[in-house]
């Protein structure tokens, strides 16, 4: 299971507001990590040719 599953779960199951919140944020930031991840694994790869019309 994923990470962001587990995390929703839980969020989805937690009782208090601010432990929603927490879990939320917490998802998002894992979410924004493995988006800047990806960015920069993407440039070392090689660039693709723009296509001519």
Do not use: C, W
């Not at 432990?19 to 990806?38: E, R, S």
């Not at 693709?48 to 019309?53: E, G």
């Amino acid at each position: 299971m994923k990470p962001t599953s587990i995390i929703g779960i839980a969020s989805a199951l937690a009782g208090s507001r601010k432990l929603k919140l927490a879990l939320v944020g917490m998802q998002f930031a894992y979410l924004g990590y493995k988006l800047l991840q990806n960015n920069d694994s993407g440039e070392s790869k090689k660039k693709r040719k723009k296509l001519k019309r």
